[in-house]
């Protein structure tokens, strides 16, 4: 079966799209309107409304038989967007009605995104420290409080547990609450304050010193310096390295892939990178360890992670293993009319010389046929070819360890799924992301033009990683620093 992940995940895509225009004025015959003036409660029902009918008519989980549920949860995350929608009174109660639309889905590939530029934005706040979650617990990593010091656990805020403040406070706006790599990614949301008029701002916390002693303080909430950002710039993954195979130690081999979505320059990167790999493979057989780096990656296309894994353990066995997993997986294309124009316009986009341009255009094709048909889904049946049984077990048997970050979802799940094929594999870090069985969204923008609407368009059926499933790590690594330096220390040490 053919497999080719199309678009950038969720997170990074949140990161990078803007309505159309990022001015706080609007024209209105000849005059402007300010930001005071925008009816944002309007805006965001109708952004709401919006959003839930558009994924009435296309996203595959409304005729999914495997998941009858869909269509109650959809109207829930209706109504609850509704409830906020309707208090809505600035650009941040619209950004949370949008929030909540999506986080009652619980699902990263589905629901909507406000894209509102920063100029819309209030300045983010924050009590003089900011903190990450790692492993169980809420740390500070930075202070400029003389009374607080990295590291420093918070126990409660305002007579309540972490834990559950992270579940009504946090995880009510952003992310999916059962999923351990969601608190490692949004844990940090919890004390800054971005403007939500539905939150406010703590007012006390007690923390607990390495030692076991335990302090409280009074928390005074001003606008952060924009230094700290640079401050916090390793908190979330440490450092971003560039693509390539590095030796930070003589029998320790680095391969780092901080994106499986990549530009022209990291395209190239890759092809270095693999040719290194190839000519250095004897080292590779020989080496101590050899670090699969998947700090800051948020997904792509698969097909790097798949040439990585048959250029260190062989392409016929990768090849095979890979069948074996995947032997009866189908993917289910939503064949509505949106979804189809959409494909249709991925494939216009694509050069012909392209390897992948003839089974998109097949895709599209047998799409438009299911349409016409009214039919809601092509099903594309994996392919009947089975790949030889290799001769040998894959020689490559140096231990492996993948270091995965807490957002890891998407092309980079469908890494760990290849990786993971191979005994010598462990993954070290976080626990990862989780996918739903609905895959490669595209994005369509409300009618505020403040927010876009995520429509998966495929469903995948029998895929041995089941919806919500997520990887444990082999070897936890729940230290404050994510920097390589660390990582490599760490990684000597085993």
């Known amino acids: 079966m053919k497999r080719l992940t199309l678009y950038l995940s969720l997170i990074f895509t949140a990161l990078n799209f803007s309505p159309f225009g990022v001015n706080l004025c609007r024209a209105d015959e000849g005059r402007t309107v300010t930001h005071s003036e925008i009816n944002w409660s309007e805006l965001a029902i109708k952004d709401v409304e919006a959003a839930y009918q558009l994924s009435v008519i296309n996203h595959p989980g409304m005729h999914d038989v495997r998941n009858p549920g869909f269509a109650k949860q959809l109207e829930k995350a ?20 949008i929030a909540r639309f999506r986080t009652v889905l619980q699902d990263g590939h589905a629901g909507a995104i406000d894209t509102l530029p920063s100029e819309l934005k209030p300045q983010r706040s924050w009590p003089g420290f900011s903190t990450v979650w790692r492993g169980d617990a809420l740390k500070v990593y930075y202070s400029e409080l003389d009374t607080v010091a990295k590291g420093d656990k918070l126990v409660s805020c305002d007579n309540t547990a972490i834990n559950t403040l992270l579940v009504e406070r946090v995880f009510r706006y952003y992310g999916e609450v059962e999923q351990p790599g969601s608190w490692w990614n949004h844990g940090w949301r919890l004390t800054i304050d971005d403007g939500n008029p539905f939150l406010s701002p703590l007012e006390s916390c007690t923390f607990e010193k390495a030692d076991g002693s335990v302090y409280s303080l009074k928390l005074n909430w001003r606008i952060r310096p924009d230094d700290v950002s640079g401050k916090l710039k390793h908190a979330y993954n440490g450092d971003k390295l560039p693509i390539e195979l590095n030796w930070p130690l003589k029998d320790i081999a680095w391969i780092s892939m901080p994106t499986y979505a990549p ?17 250095q493979h004897d080292k590779l057989m020989q ?55 959409y494909f249709g316009d991925v494939v216009a986009s694509y ?96 009618p505020s033009g403040f927010a876009k609407v995520i429509l998966p368009i495929k469903l995948y059926v029998n895929r041995p990683r089941e919806k919500g499933f997520y990887y444990q790590p082999d070897i936890q690594f729940n230290e404050l620093e994510w920097t390589t330096q660390a990582l490599v220390k760490m990684i000597a040490e085993l």
């Open 287 to 341: 080496a101590k360890a050899v670090v699969l780096d998947l700090r800051h990656n948020q997904g792509g296309s698969s097909m790097w992670s798949e040439q990585i894994a048959s250029a260190l353990w062989g392409s016929e066995q990768f090849k095979y293993g890979r069948y074996e997993l995947h032997k009866n997986t189908q993917v289910w294309w939503r064949a509505s009319k949106g979804n189809t124009d």
């Open 351 to 446: 050069d012909k010389a392209s390897p992948w341009y003839q089974w998109l255009k097949t895709t599209h094709e047998s799409m438009q046929a299911a349409y016409e048909k009214g039919e809601h889904f092509y099903v594309e049946i994996p392919a009947a070819e089975q790949p030889a049984l290799p001769k040998d077990a894959s020689k490559f048997t140096t231990p492996v360890y993948v270091i995965v970050p807490g957002q890891c979802a998407s092309a980079c799940l469908d890494a760990l799924d290849s990786f993971k094929l191979f005994a010598n594999t462990q993954l070290v870090g976080a626990p990862s992301s989780t996918d739903s069985t609905y895959m490669e969204v595209r994005l369509e923008t409300l």
């Open 263 to 279: 530009n022209e320059q990291q395209q190239a990167d890759y092809q270095t990178m693999l040719s290194a790999i190839e000519q």
């Open 78 to 97: 209706k109504q609850e967007g509704l409830k906020l929608a309707v208090k809505a009174h600035s650009s941040q109660g619209f950004a949370a009605a």
